[in-house]
């Protein structure tokens, strides 16, 4: 790097700008001081929270059609609920959502999601 | 057996099952029985309580309503598909303006910062679903505690202004909503909602670029973000992208199946008894929250303490809020905090000098500048415009 700095002022101001633009970036990506004064992108790279779903029949199953879409927080937050409930969840996400689930492999989804989140008495 | 009681549920939610019945003895609450939630820190952000990572829901924990106006960091953030934006570009960023208008127009930021008059208002913004995880019985959902909501001083134009440069056309009855969010999957139907045209047109609904003096957090919907003060965040679209006019109602999921209530004043039905018609939810309903004392909390006896929490309604003001340490039967007025206006929340404290060891369970209950009070229970089920009288157990020794 420092060879470079030989050169003309030219190349010396080409490559301030670049770092600066880089730091800037950086910043704005990482910190909570994304001013934005000095670049019109704004950017964040969002972090990873991996969760390790609790195991369960067609455990398979679910990790494919429904981790897709979003996060399987949204099942381990949930109080156990009965099997009514949760067909009706699964069924919203394919007839709403357009999740592609043959009725089968909802059948499978819901068996997980009641071996999980079901009624504590029936488990 | 395991329904939780009431308002227990928010602060054991995180708990394992085998101790939330322990959890709800005095002689648990000794032990500090609010396990922490698991936090997470997103960029521009601060720890909030993590419900969900794709899409980000992340709650604001109670102690930044000690402030005033919630700090940028630790405002709370609810998408609701996972492609949201993380990048914008505010040189080629335009909000489009169309449908039903003779004009349309397509605005960068710098557009709206520099051609129309800038205007500012503090204004709560909560979640329609905040405090679900208190419904009894338990409703599917996000499980938030009492953190969905958070104030802030916000800065931008008149919505009216943007529409008044499109020029609306005649026999207009609604305007659309779109963000920068989008679905994983293409066919999933784009998060989009719409306001009355009289609404949009009051002159008090805006069009943010600043929260508490600084620019969005991307999270809270870099560049711009619609702030429609006294309703319920679910209007107040992120990311703003998109302006339809319309000459008729919005069809989609997000107006017609979600976020609707039961058609009564209280938004209230049973699970045996399902309301039969249900509209948008939209006006925030009066409540009040504490925010000090939290579940368990220790205090000691003769010694002061001072009990603090918020207050909002929908837009006409909090005239009053009383708290009771006896079971509810005597009410004590709490002292008001700063008027920040009536789209705000209000702060309150009440001093309490506990003269007696044992366990107390405070209460507390607003009324608005309208007249409109809180009631003694509450169920729909969606869990949506939560407006309980709260309570709170505290140990006392």
């Known amino acids: 790097m420092r060879r470079n700095w030989v050169k003309t002022s030219i190349v010396l101001a080409t490559l301030g700008m670049a770092l600066w633009v880089s730091a800037s970036a950086q910043q704005s990506g990482s910190s909570g001081a994304a001013k934005g004064a000095t670049t019109p992108v704004h950017e964040i790279t969002l972090p990873q929270y991996p969760l390790e779903m609790p195991s369960g029949p067609n455990l398979a199953v679910f990790q494919q059609h ?22 009706k969840e699964v069924k919203k996400m394919v007839d709403v959502y357009g999740a592609p689930i043959t009725p089968p492999e909802q059948t499978q989804i819901v068996e997980y999601l009641m071996a999980i989140r079901g009624p504590a008495d029936t488990k | 057996m395991l329904a939780a009681v009431g308002g227990y549920a928010a602060a054991v939610r995180f708990l394992g099952e085998g101790e939330l019945l322990s959890s709800l003895l005095p002689s648990a609450w000794a032990e500090g029985l609010a396990s922490a939630p698991q936090m997470a ?89 905040n405090s679900r995880s208190l419904f009894e019985p338990r409703v599917a959902g996000g499980q938030w505690g009492n953190g969905a909501m958070s104030n802030a001083r916000w800065k931008g134009v008149r919505l009216k202004d943007v529409l008044d440069a499109a020029g609306v056309e005649p026999a207009t009855v609604e305007v659309g909503f ?32 600043e929260m508490n003096g600084a620019p969005l957090p991307m999270l809270n919907g870099f560049p711009i973000r619609l702030v ?10 992120k990311s703003l992208s998109e302006i339809t006019v319309l000459d008729q109602p919005l069809k989609t999921f997000w107006m017609d199946t979600a976020y609707r209530i039961p058609n009564n004043a209280g938004a209230e039905e049973t699970p045996q008894q399902l309301s039969k018609v249900t509209v948008p939810i939209t006006r925030m309903s009066v409540r009040s929250i504490f925010v000090k004392p939290t579940l368990g909390e220790h205090l ?18 909090i005239r009053k809020v009383e708290v009771s340490t006896d079971e509810g039967k005597t009410w004590s007025d709490a002292k008001l905090g700063t008027d920040l206006g ?9 001093p309490w000098k506990p003269t007696d060891k044992g366990t107390y369970r405070l209460q507390v209950r607003a009324i608005s500048n309208d007249g409109r009070q809180q009631v003694t229970s509450q169920w729909n089920r969606s869990g949506y415009q939560r407006d309980v009288i709260e309570h709170v157990e505290v140990v006392v020794a």
């Not at chain 2, 009536?342 to 009440?350: D, N, P």
């Open chain 2, 41 to 129: 820190r997103y960029p521009q952000k601060t720890d909030l309580i993590l419900l969900t990572d794709r899409p980000p829901q992340l709650e604001t924990p109670l102690r930044y309503f000690e402030s005033e106006l919630t700090p940028n960091d630790a405002f709370f953030v609810r998408w609701h598909l996972a492609g949201i934006p993380t990048s914008v570009n505010t040189r080629t960023f335009r909000l489009e303006v169309g449908g039903r208008v003779k004009n349309p127009l397509q605005l960068s930021l710098h557009d709206l910062q520099t051609k129309f008059e800038a205007v500012s208002v503090v204004a709560l913004c909560q979640c329609a679903g």
């Open chain 2, 300 to 317: 000691s006896v003769g010694r002061s303490y001072t009990i603090e929490g918020v207050a909002n309604d929908g837009g006409s003001g």
């Open chain 1, 66 to 87: 429904c981790l897709l879409c979003h996060s399987g927080r949204y099942v381990t937050m949930q109080p156990r609920f009965s099997r009514t409930v949760w067909e």
């Open chain 2, 342 to 350: 009536k789209y705000s929340w209000r702060q309150w404290s009440a």
């Open chain 2, 228 to 237: 429609v003060p006294g309703w319920y965040a679910t209007y107040w679209v």
């Open chain 2, 178 to 209: 779109r963000g920068l969010d989008t679905a994983p999957l293409p066919q999933t139907p784009r998060f989009e909602k719409s306001l009355p045209i009289d609404r949009a047109r009051d002159g008090e609904v805006l069009i943010a670029y």
